[in-house]
């Protein structure tokens, strides 16, 4: 299983009650034995408390769930982050956003949707191989496509896609191309099963959990031709530098900052620029930006289908319940800034 299950600060208390037993004691001229009338009183069926059940979590929140979990699994959407995007939408809708880096020192987001999904997301755009270690357990990725390389290990991996030509994928005619696909992925939720409810995607805990940390309302991950910018306002960050449309901004509760080690994934763009390919496995130093303040760890992850861990000195470190952006900045030639 790629990810482990919400820390203990999500487990449920479970109340025990116990009955009381009353017991009804005659006493006549010294006999020790009790009277005929005397007699033990049972607990009645209706005494008897069985605990409640445990609660559910939602997978790419930490957040409690009310009711069943979808039929459909986690709809990864590949969507385009340049100004040639604007505006983006649907954004507002995911559960979890990564950004990652692609060439010439530009970004692509991975949208997650579970909970809800969006009528339209857009504009959608192609897979790379750095997705392999970012879509969860279980997912089908919507998508423009990739190269051919990719798109075998992508296969290899056992990852599903969906793309032009399938039901759902649409082209916007009031925009241009290649910045015209979007997505209905209410229609293809439909359509697509899950074999099982997918597992937490982030190690899960309560912001009490957290190390008070150093005070961060604004920071900065540079990508180095793009970079992405946050500001706390209110309780949430909100992104400088969005495309997405009016009011349908990703409302963050937290940034998680992955330094990231990056490669050559071994063919070129048709600009001729190398395509790089994030590593998303091993170890590196993470950033986890919460509250207007910001706590330093180390995240772990065995393997591209392993679990995120994060830890900090003292032990564990557990991500706030709630919608996270998670920045994959490269360790070498990307940058993070936060002040005061």
Not at 167 to 185: C, E, K, M, Q
Not at 231 to 249: C, I, K, L, P, W
Request: some cysteine; proline content about 8%; hydrophobic content about 35%.
């Amino acid at each position: 299983m790629r990810h482990r299950r919400p820390t203990s600060s999500f487990r449920a208390v479970v109340a025990t009650l116990a009955a009381s037993v009353l017991v009804l004691t005659a006493c006549s001229g010294g006999d020790d034995e009790p009277t005929s009338g005397s007699a033990s009183a049972e607990p009645s069926p209706s005494e008897t408390t069985e605990a409640p059940p445990e609660p559910s979590y939602w997978p790419l929140t930490g957040l409690e769930r009310k009711g069943d979990a979808p039929k459909h699994p986690v709809l990864v959407t590949k969507v385009d982050n340049t100004s040639s995007s604007a505006p983006q939408v649907g954004l507002g809708s995911a559960d979890l956003v990564v950004e990652e880096l692609v060439e010439g020192g530009y970004t692509r987001l991975a949208a997650f949707y579970y909970s809800q999904v969006p009528g339209s997301i857009g504009p959608v755009r192609s897979m790379r191989a750095s997705d392999i270690g970012i879509v969860p357990e279980g997912a089908t990725v919507v998508t423009s496509g990739a190269a051919a390389v990719t798109i075998k290990r992508i296969n290899g991996a056992g990852i599903p896609w969906i793309t032009e030509g399938d039901a759902g994928v649409y082209r916007d005619t009031s925009r241009s191309a290649p910045y015209n696909l979007f997505a209905r992925l209410g229609e293809i939720a439909k359509r697509v099963k899950a074999d099982e409810e997918p597992p937490p995607y982030l190690p899960w805990g309560d912001a009490a959990d957290l190390p008070k940390g150093a005070k961060a309302r604004t920071l900065t991950a540079d990508f180095g031709a793009h970079s992405t910018s946050w500001q706390f306002q209110r309780g949430r960050y909100v992104n400088t530098d969005s495309y997405a449309a009016e009011g349908d901004h990703f409302p963050a509760e937290s940034v998680l900052v992955l330094r990231v080690e990056v490669g050559d994934a071994g063919y070129r763009d048709p600009a001729g620029y190398p395509v790089p390919e994030t590593k998303l496995e091993g170890k590196g130093t993470a950033l986890l930006f919460h509250g207007g303040r910001v706590v330093k760890g180390t995240w772990r992850k065995d393997g591209l289908n392993g679990a995120i861990e994060l830890s900090t000195k003292r032990g564990d470190l557990t991500v706030p319940a709630g919608r996270v952006w998670i920045e994959l900045v490269p360790a070498v030639n990307g940058e993070v800034t936060f002040a005061k």
